[in-house]
Each structure stands twice: as structure tokens, then as C-alpha cells.
């Protein structure tokens, strides 16, 4: 279940992410932190929890093998997020000479 869950939560980071990169307005003070701070650290928390669950099983059920597949998939998608906000952020900041 918690392979699932992060999933959903790492592609609703990534749908976040890719709105305040195609539209800027809703880059706000209320979905930067909900990228960086709940949706991108919780995908990789529960995606990790699932990844540390199955360490040591070494049967190969299809059960576990999508449970794994589906974390590394919640992994990727949460860094994804993540590197578009902080490029953005980054971007968005404006230097100025001596």
C-alpha cells in the first residue's frame, strides 16, 4: 500500500512542479513548501520504507517485484519535482553585478 501511495503522492509533486514551471503565477508561497517540504521528502520517506521492507527477500513474487518497481518509479518522479522547483527557484533569482 505504500508503494502505491508513493507514487500518487510523487506525481502529484511532479504535476505541481510541472504547472509552476509552465505556468508561472502558480509558482506561490503555498506549493514551493508543498514540493519541497511534504511531496518530494514523503514520496522518498514511503518509497523507502517499501525499498527497506523488501531488502532481504530474495523470492521473486510478482507482489514484491511491483512493489519495488513501484518505489524506485515514486523515487524518480519525487527527484524530478524536486530539481524543477529548485530550477525554477534558482532561476528566478536575479544577480546583479559589482
Known amino acids: 500500500?505504500?508503494?502505491?501511495l508513493s507514487v500518487w503522492?510523487?506525481?502529484g509533486s511532479l504535476l505541481v512542479a510541472v504547472a509552476m514551471f509552465v505556468y508561472r503565477p502558480a509558482m506561490t508561497?503555498?506549493?514551493?513548501?508543498l514540493v519541497l517540504y511534504f511531496g518530494a521528502p514523503g514520496t522518498i520517506c514511503?518509497?523507502?520504507l517499501v525499498l527497506w521492507a523488501h531488502r532481504k527477500?530474495?523470492?521473486f513474487?510478482?507482489?514484491v517485484v511491483a512493489q519495488r518497481l513501484q518505489a524506485k518509479i515514486a523515487i524518480a518522479?519525487?527527484?524530478?519535482?524536486?530539481?524543477i522547483v529548485y530550477g525554477l527557484i534558482i532561476g528566478s533569482q536575479k544577480f546583479e553585478g559589482n
Do not use: Q
Open 29 to 33: 508561497d503555498l506549493t514551493v513548501p
Open 57 to 59: 527477500d530474495e523470492a
Open 9 to 11: 503522492i510523487g506525481l
Open 77 to 83: 518522479l519525487a527527484v524530478v519535482a524536486a530539481a
Open 46 to 48: 514511503f518509497a523507502g
Open 1 to 4: 500500500m505504500l508503494a502505491l
Open 61 to 63: 513474487e510478482p507482489a
